[in-house]
């Protein structure tokens, strides 16, 4: 598990971030007792990702890496509630992945951020998650833009402009440290299967 994490910055970015070099350090340098090989894995995986603050549809405030991330089987993408193309074709496909491996199933979570988090508020999240059926597990953030700028950018998804965001899908299991690219013409039906995979790993069991 804890190779996988040291490749996670090559996986998601295709270059060693500075954040990924802390983590192998922390990782390598951290003595931890005898039966913890998780525990360097959780460290690393929390300093590569960060706990930055962000805010959810809900308006709750939440660490990324500890309240999104930790121990979940993800799948990860941006969006703006703005958007007219991409974002509503790509928030579809989530909501039909949602529908194959079920809304409030424990083992997954959905989780879309703003690429446009000075203008999407919480409120305007939450209606553009109403609009496309969000279930108990889609999670949708936004935050102060440094807090944001700084996920997106660990994420190898930053971009300054928030219509030229990636597509890209971005699917992981937290508990091992497997994450995918996966391309955003993929089918609803291949993205289950691949998270049905990942939950496999650590014994999860979606359907």
Request: proline share 6%.
């Given at each position: 598990?804890?190779?996988?994490?040291?490749?996670?910055?090559?996986?998601?970015?295709?270059?060693?971030s500075a954040g990924a070099h802390d983590a192998r350090r922390h990782a390598a340098s951290s003595p931890g007792p005898a039966v913890a090989d998780d525990a360097p894995v959780e460290r690393a995986a929390r300093l590569f990702f960060s706990d930055r603050r962000l805010v959810t549809q809900d308006g709750h405030e939440v660490a990324f890496y500890s309240d999104v991330l930790k121990d979940r089987?993800?799948?990860?993408?941006?969006?703006?509630?703005?958007?007219?193309?991409?974002?509503?074709?790509?928030?579809?496909?989530?909501?039909?992945?949602?529908?194959?491996?079920?809304?409030?199933?424990?083992?997954?979570?959905?989780?879309?951020?703003?690429?446009?988090?000075?203008?999407?508020?919480?409120?305007?999240?939450?209606?553009?998650?109403?609009?496309?059926?969000?279930?108990?597990?889609?999670?949708?953030?936004?935050?102060?833009?440094?807090?944001?700028?700084?996920?997106?950018?660990?994420?190898?998804?930053?971009?300054?402009?928030?219509?030229?965001?990636?597509?890209?899908?971005?699917?992981?299991?937290?508990?091992?440290?497997?994450?995918?690219?996966?391309?955003?013409?993929?089918?609803?039906?291949?993205?289950?299967?691949?998270?049905?995979?990942?939950?496999?790993?650590?014994?999860?069991?979606?359907?």
């Open positions: 598990m804890l190779a996988r994490l040291l490749l996670l910055a090559a996986t998601l970015v295709g270059v060693a089987v993800v799948l990860l993408n941006l969006v703006f509630t703005h958007c007219e193309d991409a974002c509503p074709t790509q928030s579809a496909k989530v909501a039909a992945v949602q529908a194959l491996v079920g809304a409030s199933n424990p083992a997954l979570r959905f989780v879309s951020i703003s690429a446009d988090p000075e203008r999407d508020t919480p409120d305007a999240l939450a209606a553009y998650a109403a609009n496309f059926g969000a279930g108990p597990n889609w999670t949708f953030l936004t935050g102060r833009k440094s807090d944001v700028d700084d996920v997106l950018r660990r994420l190898g998804q930053w971009t300054s402009d928030p219509a030229s965001h990636s597509t890209l899908f971005l699917a992981g299991n937290a508990a091992t440290g497997h994450w995918l690219r996966v391309h955003p013409d993929a089918t609803p039906a291949y993205i289950a299967a691949q998270l049905r995979s990942l939950a496999a790993e650590s014994g999860q069991r979606p359907r």
